[in-house]
């Protein structure tokens, strides 16, 4: 078998038929302040483990994407210094004691150039990957994403990260309404609310696939391989 276009990968609501070529990985938001311990949402109690049990399955795929030579995209949520970017109701919502652009465990909170802010280190991009700050929920709204996968002709896309019924169902259904086919890793998406991983994913696959594909990162690393054992396939469509 090769991964070549046309590899069917075991996937619900039935198989997802994975074109290498045109096939961009899309890691949402694995920031410090979602995923660490002593970042903002631990402060607000949050179990970070719900999230933390996505690092190492998307550190094993990241890694056989990259060997693949195929491309992967990294989003962080945040906001500019100034906040300008920043709606006064996101600012306000939760009435948390402290909200968004405040000072946190590990800088200002989801400030662009904070500590907190950045991508943790197991999943940090490498050179060359682009990197989409997002002011929103979903990596469409107000950033060059679209513009940046239409260059490069990418038409499916692998989408995992957090938190599966917020970031990464608004990023999903974004893209659904653009025309790009979506494959979601469970293992690799996470939610501090077991009940909203459930139900997030079943609403990606309900109603034969009304916003794309549910599967694993084991079946997709599968299906890949081949192309990290046979350069000739790099990017070969
Ligand atoms: N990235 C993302 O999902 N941002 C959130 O605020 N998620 C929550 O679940 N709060």
């Avoid at 100034?82 to 004691?97: E, N, S, T, Y």
């Avoid at 608004?170 to 893209?175: G, I, K, N, Q």
Wanted: glycine residues 10%; aromatic residues 6%.
């Amino acid at each position: 078998m090769t991964a070549s276009a046309g590899t069917s990968i075991t996937a619900e609501p039935y198989p997802f038929v994975l074109d290498p070529a045109h096939c961009a990985l899309v890691i949402i938001d694995m920031q410090r302040d979602f995923l660490e311990p002593g970042g903002f949402a631990s402060a607000l109690g949050n179990d970070v483990a719900m999230l933390r049990r996505t690092v190492e399955p998307n550190r094993k795929l990241l890694a056989a994407w990259r060997a693949a030579g195929l491309l992967a995209i990294h989003t962080r949520e945040g906001h500019r210094p100034d906040l300008a970017d920043l709606p006064p109701a996101k600012k306000v919502r939760g009435h948390g004691a402290i909200t968004i652009g405040d000072e946190g465990p590990m800088g200002r909170i989801l400030v662009r150039g904070e500590a907190g802010h950045d991508i943790i280190p197991e999943l940090y991009p490498a050179p060359g990957e682009p990197v989409i700050d997002k002011p929103g929920k979903g990596a469409f709204f107000a950033t060059d994403l679209h513009a940046i996968l239409q260059n490069r002709g990418i038409t499916q896309l692998v989408v995992t990260g957090v938190t599966t019924e917020v970031c990464v169902n608004t990023t999903v259904r974004e893209a659904n309404d653009r025309g790009y086919d979506c494959l979601v890793l469970e293992d690799c998406v996470g939610s501090y609310f077991q009940a909203f991983q459930d139900a997030g994913l079943a609403m990606i696959r309900a109603q034969g696939g009304i916003f794309g594909w549910v599967g694993t990162s084991s079946d997709l690393i599968a299906a890949i391989a081949p192309i990290e054992q046979t350069p000739a396939l790099k990017g070969a469509a």
